[in-house]
């Protein structure tokens, strides 16, 4: 498997030191708020629902396969092997296939079978009005922009679409039975589809739980889809979130549908092309093919970096 050349100790600091400061930048508000003990209804969802902390986001590696030359201090850090260098270490995809396997198997089905997908564009983000749909009790706080009676007006007025379980299993249970289909867990890997919001959001997930295989750069770019998504998402959903500077993109409405679907598609197009990069960084080889396995990359991943130590 063809890899980039080693990186040096100060290459490799400087990376991470772009990446620490990025990082940052992007949690500022987040942390700010979090020493005053303040909620968000938009933003606290990228570190609740994906419960993962400022710091852990902070954390860079270069990507599978790829050598940091004078890196003793992460010589014990999970799935980083010994390079080929003393003090060399390197992100261990093998170890990884081979001791999460069942995890492996399932991110790559995932984003490969997203990505190979045509997008559905006609859920209008619909998921969040069935998570109300005819119930007075809400997830959230914030009112209803229609009221209740309204709300239950629109969602009546349409299909639901819905492909995502994580959307799904939120439903009223009057909202389950109207959707096109019953969702499941085992039936992730097969609907998930490039249109969804939520599975581009998903990405960062992955990322996340790919850990040392992925690119710090990678995961923050799946950080920043994530949040863009994630405000296209509140600004359809059907609570008013004016106070919060949230301005609405009315998806009971020609023009809000309209709206809706044009930035869905962009998104849709920023995940796919994450998607490829994630595989490739992990897998090692132009994902564009698709005929590596993560078991074949830990194969080849082994083979490489036992010639490499002997070499």
């Given amino acids: 498997m063809t890899r980039a050349a080693p990186l040096s100790r100060t290459d490799w600091q400087a990376r991470e030191g772009a990446h620490q400061d990025r990082a940052d930048a992007l949690t500022a508000e987040h942390r700010d708020r979090a020493t005053r003990g303040e909620k968000h209804p938009v933003w606290d969802f990228l570190f609740t629902y994906y419960s ?167 995961l923050l770019d799946s950080f920043e889809l994530a949040r863009d998504i994630r405000l296209l998402d509140m600004e359809a959903a059907p609570y008013d979130l004016s106070g919060w500077g949230v301005i609405p993109v009315p998806i009971e409405t020609s023009e809000g549908k309209a709206e809706y679907v044009r930035r869905q598609r962009r998104f ?15 897998l090692g080889q132009d994902q564009s093919a698709g005929d590596q396995t993560a078991a074949d990359a830990a194969r080849s991943s082994r083979s490489v970096m036992t010639r490499s130590a002997a070499s």
């Fill in 52 to 218: 993962y902390s400022p710091a852990q986001l902070r954390r860079w590696h270069a990507g599978a396969g790829i050598q940091l030359n004078d890196a003793s201090e992460r010589a014990d850090w999970r799935w980083y092997s010994p390079g080929s260098e003393p003090g060399s270490v390197v992100a261990d995809a093998a170890d990884f296939a081979e001791q999460k396997a069942p995890l492996a198997g399932l991110i790559e089905s995932i984003l490969r079978r997203t990505a190979s997908r045509p997008g559905q564009f006609g859920c209008f983000g619909l998921h969040e009005w069935a998570m109300v749909y005819r119930d007075d009790e809400h997830r959230h706080s914030a009112p209803l922009r229609l009221g209740q009676a309204g709300t239950d007006a629109v969602v009546d007025a349409h299909d639901l679409r819905c492909t995502h379980f994580d959307a799904f299993r939120f439903f009223t249970p009057d909202a389950i039975p109207r959707n096109r289909q019953a969702l499941t867990r085992a039936d992730q890997p097969v609907l998930e589809q490039p249109g969804c919001l939520h599975a581009g959001m998903d990405i960062y997930k992955w990322a996340m739980k790919l850990g040392p295989m992925i690119p710090g750069e990678i």
């Fill in 268 to 282: 849709a197009e920023r995940g796919n092309a994450l998607r490829a990069r994630m595989l490739e960084a992990w």
